[in-house]
């Protein structure tokens, strides 16, 4: 399955202020060291600045139901949420995260993609991939046919909240802050080392910062919420190792974060496990 891929916006370098005595002085010190190769890649007028990678250290492993296309992952009061994709098996779980078995789950039916999912004002909004509009289930009893559904433009990918907003991604390299009508009310373009980071998927806010799958990769990337600018790659590889050798659309993507506890739930679609991780300081 290939996913359209939507617009492209872009800005300026990190910095776009800094005289020529700042650049001078940066570049004196960056030749006397070895970065003077990546010195000299650097955007004209801004210095680049890399994002260290880290790992995450992996503290134990949940079952994962392996035919469940993970669209979107989040955690509440020890229950773990699911949103499943694709046309026909579409649904949202309740998952216990100790067992990995559902408690709950419902199909959507129709022609729904689910996509990502946030809890936010007493209720998990769900998002669709090309249907155009996001799900609103009442919480906890995840009833939907008394709240109509939000409408937007363009492609869903990833959604979650902060203490005010959502946040959404639509594989682009762009995060739109959505308010409580799903009005957007802010766009954050990412970067990562510079450059524009697009296909951004499923997302999860914790203190301040937002951590999006991206589409094919690997790796997860922790992004200021207020700059865009992606502070560290969360290396996945060792995940994606254990959990088998890939096939083809079953990628890394569903990041929930317990907060009480400081662990991360990782998986992918169709993945066999959930894995529950720590991030380093
Ligand atoms: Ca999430």
């Known amino acids: 399955m290939m996913r359209g891929l939507s617009g492209v916006s872009r800005r300026g370098g990190r ?3 800094g005289g020529r005595i700042a650049f001078a002085a940066a570049a004196l010190l960056f030749a006397a060291s070895g970065a003077a190769a990546q010195w000299l890649h650097a955007a004209p007028g801004g210095v680049r600045e890399t994002a260290p990678t880290v790992a995450p250290e992996i503290v134990r492993a ?9 669209q979107g992952l989040l955690f509440h009061d020890s229950l773990l949420y699911e949103s499943t994709g694709l046309v026909g ?3 949202l779980r309740r998952i216990d995260p100790r067992s990995g078995a559902a408690r709950y789950s419902v199909a959507l039916g129709g022609d729904y ?3 990502g999912i946030a809890l936010f004002g007493g209720e998990i909004v769900q998002l669709t991939w090309k249907n155009g509009v996001a799900l609103r289930y009442e919480f906890p009893a995840l009833r939907r046919d008394r709240l109509p559904p939000f409408r937007y433009a363009g492609e869903g990918w990833g959604l979650t909240n902060d203490a005010s907003r959502f946040i959404m991604s639509n594989g682009s390299d ?4 959505r308010d409580k009508k799903f009005e957007i009310a802010r766009a954050v373009p990412v970067t990562l080392n510079g450059k524009p980071l ?5 997302l999860e806010y914790a203190k301040g910062f937002v ?3 991206v589409w094919y990769k690997n790796f997860i990337v ?6 865009g600018i992606v502070r560290r790659v969360i290396d996945c590889s060792e995940l994606v190792r254990i959990e088998g050798p890939p096939v083809i659309d079953n990628v890394l993507n569903g990041i929930a974060y317990d907060e009480r506890g400081d662990e991360w739930y990782l998986t992918g679609k169709r993945w066999k496990n959930i894995f529950v991780v720590k991030l380093p300081k």
Do not use: C, K, W
């Open 62 to 70: 949940v079952r994962h139901d392996p035919s469940a296309f993970t």
């Open 211 to 213: 951590y999006a799958n």
């Open 174 to 177: 762009t995060l739109y802050f």
């Open 15 to 17: 910095f776009s202020g």
């Open 89 to 91: 098996f579409s649904g």
């Open 222 to 227: 922790e992004i200021s919420a207020e700059s």
């Open 113 to 115: 993609f689910a996509e």
């Open 198 to 202: 697009m296909h951004l998927n499923e």
